[in-house]
């Protein structure tokens, strides 16, 4: 399902209460709520709505729990970094306890670090069904989401929920959830924004399956259709009549 704004500013707004619903309703259901943020600069506009009343207070910020989908392996404190950014956008700016903070450890070596996040999710998930309640992506230029990109082993691993990557056109080491594990999730928003995003959106969403070029279209939770907030200038290439939201 896509759904088209005039602005980051719209995508943000609309993701921000699709994260509150989200917690709502896990939290009702099975008492707390786990999300996968993403990274990049698209996201941190929602992280920002997130840490400010009246956002910040509608969510029980002791029953979230926070992971990531992705992180360049680098220190914590990088600007670089995938933690960094939400933790000063959102995490250093509501209640959210310290113990219900997990991040990828970016300065490990690769493989260990992927070993030991995938531990971690084994163990929150332990007595529960492992999926996740929301997974937030982007969608990179080439069609990447997470740490998927395209060609690369990562694309064919259909056990591990988390693992390394090598991007050759980076010269950098990530780590990232898989595909079948983000799937699992009972819901994914992908947020897009800009023009230059515009050909991956109209391939991934309109253009014949060719995952390994294309990463972005492995993602399919639990069969069904992601949910696209995208902006006006993403979504040009699109073909397929769309109503526009406000």
Not at 120 to 144: C, E, I, S
Not at 216 to 244: F, M
Request: proline content about 8%; glycine content about 6%.
């Amino acid at each position: 399902m896509i759904h088209i704004y005039s602005d980051l500013e719209g995508i943000s707004q609309a993701a921000a209460e699709i994260f509150i619903d989200a917690a709502q309703q896990a939290i009702h259901s099975h008492g707390r709520f786990s999300v996968a943020l993403s990274g990049g600069s698209t996201p941190r506009r929602l992280y920002e709505i997130l840490a400010t009343p009246p956002f910040r207070d509608r969510v029980k910020w002791q029953s979230v729990h926070v992971f990531w989908g992705d992180e360049r392996c680098v220190p914590m404190d990088d600007p670089r970094s995938n933690y960094r950014m939400a933790r000063e956008a959102l995490l250093d700016r509501v209640p959210l306890p310290g113990g219900n903070i997990h991040p990828m450890q970016g300065d490990l070596p690769p493989a260990e670090a992927a070993r030991r996040y995938e531990v971690a999710l084994r163990n929150y998930f332990r007595d529960q069904p492992p999926a996740m309640d929301l997974v937030l992506l982007g969608l990179g230029d080439n069609a990447h989401t997470a740490s998927l990109f395209p060609h690369t082993p990562a694309l064919n691993e259909n056990v591990r929920w988390v693992t390394d990557v090598y991007v050759d056109a980076q010269d950098m080491h990530r780590i990232t959830l898989t595909a079948p594990f983000i799937n699992r999730a009972a819901q994914v928003v992908f947020l897009v924004s800009g023009a230059d995003k515009a050909r991956a959106l109209q391939i991934v969403t309109e253009g014949a399956y060719q995952p390994h070029i294309y990463p972005a279209q492995l993602i399919h939770p639990n069969g069904a259709h992601p949910i696209w907030l995208v902006d006006k200038a993403a979504s040009h290439k699109l073909t397929v009549e769309i109503e526009e939201e406000v």
